[in-house]
């Protein structure tokens, strides 16, 4: 079973940056899909950032390209680089894995995705 581990999460001023990790183990021979989900209330569960199953980065209209999602494999490390924050990015941020083999790699939603981690939690501040 995959196991993840976010961390990197904390306070931050509006406007600013921040770089949240995630580290994967459990999987065999490659890493699997993964995706960035918020959650907060009002937020709609979207995922902010995705890698397709040729590790193509994608990011809904929404986030404006201020996210992006850098991946190191030698380290079993997924990053989101987050740039630009506006308060209403405040949320617990979770990392969540599907096997890469699935049809949904890449998708942008929650049940597409079998292991989580515990998150980790972004708060802006203006």
């Known amino acids: 079973q995959v196991h993840l581990v976010e961390s990197g999460g904390g306070p931050v001023q509006a406007g600013g940056s921040l770089r949240l990790s995630c580290a994967v183990s459990?999987?065999?021979?490659?890493?699997?899909?993964m995706a960035w989900f918020p959650q907060a209330p009002g937020k709609d569960g979207e995922a902010v950032a995705s890698l397709t199953r040729a590790d193509t980065p994608y990011s809904p209209a929404s986030v404006e390209g201020r996210f992006t999602i850098p991946r190191d494999a030698p380290k079993s490390e997924l990053y989101l680089q987050m740039s630009s924050l506006k308060t209403e990015d405040t949320a617990m941020y979770y990392c969540a894995a599907l096997p890469r083999s699935s049809d949904y790699c890449g998708s942008f939603r929650q049940d597409r995705y079998n292991d989580w981690g515990q998150g980790t939690q972004v708060t802006v501040s203006s």
């Open positions: 459990g999987y065999t021979a490659v890493m699997p899909c």
